[in-house]
């Protein structure tokens, strides 16, 4: 009697895990990371917006002064396979945090820029270091423990974020720039990200769903056992780990869909206020388009991310990269057009759409070919191709426009390498795993 009551109760305790309180834990992990993705790319791409000043200031050439962003980049890319290996073994609680902590120090710091030796620390080593331990890597590695039906919805949202921090914080940063001074701007956003967002992660992170009672996507123990489990590795050394994905077509595909990524976002984004004000736009209009891209780019994440639950990735994937690409071509065309003001709107919606899917795709690519014990480590030996378009957008843009007077010829590269970046996700990457 005992036995079978007891085995009663545990069915009905069944039924009901991952219920609790009706609300799925995996979706405060999402707004953790829409979070997250809001500030800290913001904190990248601001670097847009300070752009100006600080050359105003202190007479610095794009390219000298491009070369912190780059070497933000390049760090996030170096330290991003190791950020992996210690989320994978020590979970995102004891990792993630400390990544706010030094991308807001690195900002409050930037209240005491004088030479361009403190752009390269505080900008390029600490926010490039702090990328790497909370940014796209860990948030999109931790998405997969949580969600499996709507893996690519979960995404969508969480890298919305980014375009939130560009249609609220951006042009915000550049309201404070112009009222109080670019030093105070730095202080503030810092001071902001360190007092709101670092408590913020140490309170809600989460392994996984069994730390809080539930089981992947919210369902009943009997739903997820017919949920199929992810493939793990059984080594969670960065080395042993490039090892075993190496010969694998999609890891060398997802590879340079990463890089065409990460030169297509660092080239256009670092450089867009300027354009604009070479353009003969004021700072608050390019600020105004920087955010508007950034609200569609919301909009392409959740809907691509949707549509790539629904039909195949690769075709998602198509239609933002080709649509990215055709922003680019659209915003060449604003400085020599009468109707300018209105091409930069065209290019804000087509743009944001394409390159909001474009990333939201990848990461659920990413996880459809690797989600594993080991895909935060895969996530990261990826995430160096992105560094790597990175480190070599934004300073090749600001060179060739010392050197040429225009930003034509970087921006069509941007182009051509979205084209290849097309047909290597049709015809090379592979939906078997």
């Not at 991003?80 to 030094?102: C, D, M, N, V, Y």
């Not at 539930?214 to 080594?235: L, R, Y």
């Not at 922003?327 to 060449?332: D, I, Q, R, T, Y």
């Amino acid at each position: 009697m005992d036995r079978s009551g007891g085995s009663t109760q545990a069915s009905g305790h069944s039924a009901r895990r991952g219920r609790t309180g009706g609300l799925y834990y995996g979706w405060v992990i999402v707004g953790v990371s829409f979070t997250t993705m809001a500030f800290h790319m913001a904190a990248t791409f601001s670097f847009s917006l300070f752009q100006v000043p600080l050359i105003q200031e202190f007479g610095w050439s794009r390219g000298a002064l491009g070369g912190a962003f780059a070497l933000s980049m390049s760090l996030y890319a170096i330290c991003s396979p190791t950020a992996g290996s210690l989320l994978e073994r020590k979970g995102p609680r004891a990792l993630i945090p400390w990544g706010s902590a030094l991308i807001g120090a690195g900002l409050a710091l930037g209240f005491f820029i004088s030479s361009l030796w403190h752009a390269y620390i505080f900008i390029g080593v600490m926010i490039g270091i702090g990328l790497a331990l909370s940014g796209f890597v860990t948030h999109n590695a931790i998405l997969p423990r949580w969600f499996f039906r709507s893996r690519g919805l979960a995404a969508g949202i969480a890298i919305s974020g980014i375009g939130i921090g560009s249609f609220i914080l951006m042009p915000t940063i550049e309201r404070i720039i112009a009222v109080f001074g670019w030093r105070y701007a730095y202080l503030i956003f810092g001071g902001s990200i360190l007092l709101l967002l670092l408590p913020l992660k140490i309170l809600l992170l989460r392994n996984n769903p069994s730390d809080v009672g539930q089981n992947i996507d919210g369902v009943s123990d009997a739903e997820a056992a017919n949920i199929p489990k992810p493939t793990a590795s059984h080594s969670q050394k960065v080395g042993a780990v490039f090892w075993q994905v190496k010969g694998e077509r999609n890891f060398w595909a997802l590879m340079i869909l990463a890089f065409v990524i990460g030169l297509n976002n660092n080239s256009i984004w670092s450089q867009l206020q300027i354009f604009f004000v070479d353009a003969k736009f004021s700072t608050a209009f390019g600020a105004f388009v920087f955010g508007l891209t950034g609200a569609i780019r919301i909009l392409g994440s959740v809907v691509l991310g949707w549509a790539s639950d629904r039909i195949a990735r690769k075709k998602a994937q198509a239609i933002a990269l080709f649509l990215g690409g055709l922003g680019v071509l659209v915003l060449l065309s604003v400085p020599n057009m009468s109707y300018g003001a209105a091409l930069a709107f065209s290019f804000a919606a087509i743009y944001g759409f394409g390159v909001g899917g474009m990333s939201t795709c990848y990461a659920a690519m990413c996880a459809d070919a690797y989600a594993g014990r080991s895909f935060a480590v895969i996530m990261g030996l990826l995430e160096i191709a992105f560094g790597l378009g990175g480190f070599i957008g934004p300073p090749m843009a600001g060179f060739m426009f010392d050197f040429t007077g225009s930003y034509v010829l970087p921006f069509c590269i941007v182009v051509i390498f979205q084209a290849v970046a097309l047909l290597v996700c049709q015809f090379v990457y592979s939906t078997e795993r």
